[in-house]
């Protein structure tokens, strides 16, 4: 406080020392100043105007003795002139004493003096004159005449004396009119200096008032302030603590002689370092009981002390363990989650740890949710999840990744047969019923694995192959577990590629269509044609196996049924109109084109397009359609009955085993499945299944077809059985559109 205050009391007592400084100059100045002024006014009075006072006077008692004389001379009577003479010589006499006492007229003095005593004597000669009664006028006028001579005489001697008395006077009087002149002027600026010093001696006492009260504010900060400030010298001894400390003591059960408790256990630590960073400032976290602190160390050069600022951040520091949690944990199953993941692959891979990463998924947990609801779902991973972690062994770590996606982290199952042994742990666990409030439930997982850092030496690409690895877990029918392998990738990019070409096959015209005829076996003659896609791409053929799958999976099978659709219809319209009227196209629906809203509406629009009567048209759909709303399914078909179109079951015996489909939906033909055929001539069960269906459709009234037939003993069973048609390489191979038409026109002849 007193550096911050000193300052301003320093220059305030500095110029309030020159102000007394300059007060007393002026002062001295003032009175000297008055001193000369008196001098003069004296020398003026004492001296010089009684000077030119009684040289004027002298000239009138001259001129008053010679009046005196001649008045005399007219009235004779002297006793009136001896008064009047002797009265004129004694003021005569005390005006010249006054020039007589000036040395510097002392010489006119005297030839004042001199005449004046001429005068005196002629005067009395005049006199004695007069008492003589003699005839003596001219005598009397003579004397007159040398009296007003000597008169004469004086009179320029007397105007010198008036003439320099006079100057002295004048000089005088500009002498103290000049000393008077700069009294005033030098008050004046005196004046003005002072005034302004005071005002600004009074802005340093008000900056030093202000400074001073704000300095007492500041003084009582720490007291009043609500939390605790200590000031520690430079011994380390506290010196000072503000009653916020106390009162932090009490809530946590201590008292005044704990108050070093409120200090860093590390302080002398933090003050070296405080010294050797040259800085003047540090926070730091200091435990007391169950509070935290966060404390504030400031040192203060100028006092050599440290000041020390302290805050419960307990509360903070619980609200971000809260949002923390929240952040990087799962808040149903309280799971780490993704985040938490990645931080935790980030170490690992930082330290370079080798370890296993795991990702497994609840098979169908979409159709759980759609089933039982979202909240009977999520219980069900709540349960299970549970189940997972009081089971997990030592060094294996699980996480949350999404409602129905779980990662595991191991740091010893790092071998296949490991990560094996720990699939089938968790797979017992989901082969038990899930018991949960809502009822108990089974559920399938598939699993992903790849390790650290062979499948990926950063964690973006091994969470890519990991997942790599589930997608292909996921995709296998027969086996849960799998563990990455480059191939995967591989894999997984040659369909993304095929995928991404595929969506421009359309308008690249790389998709073409070809037909396969079907034959009537009773009356020997082609009855329909089914119509098969090819996708010619960079100058090969892909095999339907291939893109028809990833068209599938992609959603771009939708656009590519319609227009397979748009252009079978186009193709049956033109052998319809070269004379086959009776002639069937049969288009394939997949179960998602099937499902798609406007699917009626789209085929509506091919027949209305082309102008194909709707029964040469038949749909073939898979067993597979009607596992999804069969109420939905179950109107559309009925539906494209309506308009006259004819309905097949495509891979008859492969797909949906419930059998009652058969009765409730609107079909006209079983399609038996070629992996029955291809074996029939050898296989004892394949014929007694082949045998089965057509009897099953027979009896329901449907007409039967055989794909895949390629030898003559197939022809001949399946004509032995009372199958309607068959359609294989043994009767014609795919062909395009000219080649079917010569085809069907060699038949007839």
Same mark, same amino acid.
């Given at each position: 406080?007193?550096?911050?205050?000193?300052?301003?009391?320093?220059?305030?007592?500095?110029?309030?020392?020159?102000?007394?400084?300059?007060?007393?100059?002026?002062?001295?100045?003032?009175?000297?100043?008055?001193?000369?002024?008196? %001098?003069?006014?004296?020398?003026?009075?004492?001296?010089?105007?009684?000077?030119?006072?009684?040289?004027?006077?002298?000239?009138?008692?001259?001129?008053?003795?010679?009046?005196?004389?001649?008045?005399?001379?007219?009235?004779?009577?002297?006793?009136?002139?001896?008064?009047?003479?002797?009265?004129?010589?004694?003021?005569?006499?005390?005006?010249?004493?006054?020039?007589?006492?000036?040395?510097?007229?002392?010489?006119?003095?005297?030839?004042?003096?001199?005449?004046? $005593?001429?005068?005196?004597?002629?005067?009395?000669?005049?006199?004695?004159?007069?008492?003589?009664?003699?005839?003596?006028?001219?005598?009397?006028?003579?004397?007159?005449?040398?009296?007003?001579?000597?008169?004469?005489?004086?009179?320029?001697?007397?105007?010198?004396?008036?003439?320099?008395?006079?100057?002295?006077?004048?000089?005088?009087?500009?002498?103290?009119?000049?000393?008077?002149?700069?009294?005033?002027?030098?008050?004046?600026?005196?004046?003005?200096?002072?005034?302004? &010093?005071?005002?600004?001696?009074?802005?340093?006492?008000?900056?030093?008032?202000?400074?001073?009260?704000?300095?007492?504010?500041?003084?009582?900060?720490?007291?009043?302030?609500?939390?605790?400030?200590?000031?520690?010298?430079?011994?380390?001894?506290?010196?000072?603590?503000?009653?916020?400390?106390?009162?932090?003591?009490?809530?946590?059960?201590?008292?005044?002689?704990?108050?070093?408790?409120?200090?860093?256990?590390?302080?002398?630590?933090?003050? $070296?370092?405080?010294?050797?960073?040259?800085?003047?400032?540090?926070?730091?976290?200091? /435990?007391?009981?169950?509070?935290?602190?966060?404390?504030?160390?400031?040192?203060?050069?100028?006092?050599?002390?440290?000041?020390?600022?302290?805050?419960?951040?307990?509360?903070?520091k619980l609200a971000e363990q809260k949002v923390k949690h929240i952040a990087f944990y799962v808040q149903e199953t309280n799971l780490?989650?993704?985040? $938490?993941?990645?931080?935790?692959?980030?170490?690992?891979?930082?330290?370079?740890?080798?370890?296993?990463?795991?990702?497994?998924?609840?098979?169908?947990?979409?159709?759980?949710?759609?089933?039982?609801?979202?909240?009977?779902?999520?219980?069900?991973?709540?349960?299970?999840?549970?189940?997972?972690?009081?089971?997990?062994?030592?060094?294996?770590?699980?996480?949350? *990744?999404?409602?129905?996606?779980?990662?595991?982290? =191991?740091?010893?199952?790092?071998?296949?047969?490991?990560?094996?042994?720990?699939?089938?742990?968790?797979?017992?666990?989901?082969?038990?019923?899930?018991?949960?409030?809502?009822?108990?439930?089974?559920?399938?997982?598939?699993?992903?694995?790849?390790?650290? /850092?062979?499948?990926?030496?950063?964690?973006?690409?091994?969470?890519?192959?990991?997942?790599?690895?589930?997608?292909?877990?996921?995709?296998?029918?027969?086996?849960?577990?799998? *563990?990455?392998? /480059?191939?995967?990738?591989?894999?997984?990019?040659?369909?993304?590629?095929?995928?991404?070409?595929?969506?421009?096959?359309?308008?690249?015209?790389?998709?073409?269509?070809?037909?396969?005829?079907?034959?009537?076996?009773?009356?020997?003659?082609?009855?329909?044609?089914?119509?098969?896609?090819?996708?010619?791409?960079?100058?090969?053929?892909?095999?339907?196996?291939?893109?028809?799958?990833?068209?599938?999976?992609?959603?771009?099978?939708?656009?590519?049924? $319609?227009?397979?659709?748009?252009?079978?219809?186009?193709?049956?319209?033109?052998?319809?109109?070269?004379? %086959?009227?009776?002639?069937?196209?049969?288009?394939?629906?997949?179960?998602?084109?099937?499902?798609?809203?406007?699917? =009626?509406?789209?085929?509506?629009?091919?027949?209305?397009?082309?102008?194909? /009567?709707?029964?040469?048209?038949?749909?073939?759909?898979?067993?597979?359609?009607?596992?999804?709303?069969?109420?939905?399914?179950?109107?559309? &078909?009925?539906?494209?009955?309506?308009?006259?179109?004819?309905?097949?079951?495509?891979?008859?015996?492969?797909?949906?085993?419930? *059998?009652?489909?058969?009765?409730?939906?609107?079909?006209?033909?079983?399609?038996?499945?070629?992996?029955?055929?291809?074996?029939?001539?050898?296989?004892?069960?394949?014929?007694?299944?082949?045998?089965?269906?057509?009897?099953?459709?027979?009896?329901?009234?449907?007409?039967?077809?055989?794909?895949?037939?390629?030898?003559?003993?197939?022809?001949?069973?399946?004509?032995?059985?009372?199958?309607?048609?068959?359609?294989?390489?043994?009767?014609?191979?795919?062909?395009?559109?000219?080649?079917?038409?010569?085809?069907?026109?060699?038949?007839?002849?």
């Amino acid at each position: 406080m007193t550096s911050i205050v000193k300052p301003y009391l320093l220059r305030a007592s500095l110029l309030a020392g020159l102000a007394i400084l300059m007060g007393v100059a002026l002062s001295i100045l003032v009175y000297l100043s008055t001193e000369q002024v008196r %001098h003069n006014a004296i020398d003026l009075v004492n001296n010089r105007i009684p000077v030119l006072t009684s040289v004027n006077q002298i000239i009138a008692d001259l001129s008053e003795q010679e009046r005196i004389i001649y008045e005399y001379y007219r009235s004779q009577d002297s006793q009136s002139f001896l008064e009047n003479f002797a009265k004129n010589k004694a003021s005569f006499t005390l005006h010249n004493i006054a020039i007589s006492e000036q040395k510097a007229l002392s010489e006119q003095a005297s030839l004042i003096i001199k005449k004046q $005593k001429r005068i005196e004597y002629l005067s009395n000669e005049f006199h004695q004159a007069m008492q003589l009664n003699d005839d003596n006028w001219d005598h009397l006028r003579d004397l007159l005449t040398e009296i007003a001579g000597v008169r004469t005489d004086l009179l320029p001697t007397l105007h010198r004396v008036e003439k320099t008395t006079q100057n002295e006077v004048d000089q005088a009087h500009a002498a103290t009119l000049t000393q008077m002149e700069i009294t005033h002027w030098t008050v004046v600026v005196y004046g003005i200096a002072i005034v302004l &010093l005071g005002g600004v001696v009074s802005w340093y006492i008000k900056q030093f008032i202000l400074t001073n009260a704000k300095n007492t504010r500041f003084a009582l900060f720490p007291n009043r302030n609500p939390n605790p400030i200590l000031s520690i010298n430079n011994l380390g001894e506290i010196s000072f603590y503000n009653p916020a400390c106390l009162v932090l003591l009490e809530s946590v059960d201590l008292n005044e002689k704990d108050i070093n408790k409120l200090l860093p256990d590390n302080f002398i630590a933090l003050r $070296k370092e405080i010294s050797s960073n040259d800085c003047t400032s540090m926070t730091t976290e200091q /435990p007391l009981k169950d509070r935290i602190l966060q404390v504030s160390i400031n040192w203060l050069p100028e006092v050599d002390s440290y000041d020390l600022h302290i805050v419960d951040i307990t509360e903070r520091k619980l609200a971000e363990q809260k949002v923390k949690h929240i952040a990087f944990y799962v808040q149903e199953t309280n799971l780490p989650n993704q985040y $938490k993941l990645n931080n935790d692959l980030d170490d690992l891979i930082t330290k370079k740890i080798i370890f296993s990463l795991g990702v497994f998924e609840i098979k169908s947990f979409n159709k759980l949710v759609t089933a039982l609801g979202g909240d009977t779902a999520n219980e069900i991973v709540c349960v299970f999840s549970q189940l997972v972690i009081n089971n997990l062994a030592q060094g294996v770590s699980l996480y949350q *990744l999404n409602e129905s996606q779980f990662s595991l982290v =191991c740091l010893r199952s790092v071998s296949s047969h490991s990560l094996q042994e720990l699939t089938r742990s968790i797979i017992m666990l989901s082969e038990r019923p899930v018991v949960t409030n809502c009822g108990e439930f089974f559920i399938e997982i598939d699993f992903g694995y790849g390790i650290f /850092p062979e499948h990926g030496d950063t964690r973006n690409s091994l969470l890519k192959n990991v997942h790599t690895a589930l997608v292909m877990a996921a995709n296998d029918e027969h086996n849960s577990f799998s *563990l990455f392998s /480059p191939e995967f990738s591989d894999e997984i990019h040659k369909s993304t590629s095929l995928i991404d070409s595929l969506r421009n096959a359309v308008a690249l015209n790389e998709l073409f269509l070809v037909y396969q005829p079907q034959l009537d076996l009773t009356n020997n003659r082609v009855l329909g044609i089914e119509t098969l896609v090819r996708w010619r791409h960079q100058d090969s053929i892909v095999s339907p196996a291939d893109f028809i799958p990833l068209a599938e999976q992609s959603g771009l099978i939708v656009p590519i049924g $319609k227009w397979i659709l748009n252009q079978a219809c186009l193709f049956a319209k033109k052998l319809v109109d070269l004379g %086959h009227s009776e002639l069937v196209i049969a288009v394939n629906v997949s179960p998602r084109q099937f499902s798609h809203p406007k699917f =009626c509406q789209s085929v509506i629009n091919a027949l209305e397009e082309s102008k194909l /009567p709707a029964k040469n048209l038949e749909l073939e759909i898979t067993e597979g359609v009607f596992m999804h709303n069969e109420e939905h399914t179950l109107a559309v &078909l009925h539906r494209l009955k309506s308009l006259g179109i004819q309905m097949s079951i495509d891979d008859f015996g492969t797909g949906y085993s419930s *059998l009652s489909y058969l009765k409730r939906f609107p079909v006209d033909k079983l399609k038996i499945d070629q992996s029955f055929i291809m074996d029939c001539h050898n296989n004892h069960e394949d014929r007694a299944i082949i045998n089965t269906i057509v009897a099953l459709g027979k009896n329901l009234g449907l007409s039967l077809i055989a794909e895949g037939v390629e030898e003559h003993s197939h022809v001949e069973f399946l004509k032995s059985i009372g199958c309607d048609e068959i359609q294989g390489y043994w009767y014609s191979r795919p062909l395009e559109e000219n080649d079917l038409v010569e085809f069907i026109a060699k038949q007839l002849v």
